[in-house]
Nanobody, 114 residues
Framework: VQLQASGGGLVQAGESRRLSCVVS????????VAWHRQAPGNQREWLAT???????NVADYLKDRFDISRDIGANTVYLDVASLKTEDTGVYYC?????????WGQGTQVTVSS
């Protein structure tokens, strides 16, 4: 199982970004995919999940700015982040679990400048 995250970069505060997570080795309709991020000096935190069955959830404090979606045909899960703030800076990771083994992508860096 491999996950390839992309879409990060240097953005201005207030801008939006779409992060992509392309999954190979398993189907996103079989194993759900979650997004986490790790800000400098902080622990990794959960942001959103798109379950295999189609349910999705975003952390309560981010629901007004973040959205998760998927493209089954592309076996890809997206995280749309809007109205970015400097505190959104960090490495964004996607992850899935298959047969009780958790897999992580390499992460994509998002840096928000004021």
């Amino acid at each position: 199982v491999q996950l390839q995250a992309s879409g990060g970069g240097l953005v201005q505060a207030g801008e939006s970004r779409r992060l992509s997570c392309v999954v190979s080795g398993t189907l996103i309709t079989t194993n759900g995919v979650a997004w986490h991020r790790q800000a400098p000096g902080n622990q990794r935190e959960w942001l959103a999940t798109f379950a295999a069955g189609g349910a999705s959830n975003v952390a309560d404090y981010l629901k007004d700015r973040f959205d998760i979606s998927r493209d089954i045909g592309a076996n890809t899960v997206y995280l749309d982040v809007a109205s970015l703030k400097t505190e959104d800076t960090g490495v964004y990771y996607c992850t899935t679990m298959r047969r009780n083994v958790r897999y992580w992508g390499q992460g994509t860096q998002v840096t928000v400048s004021s």
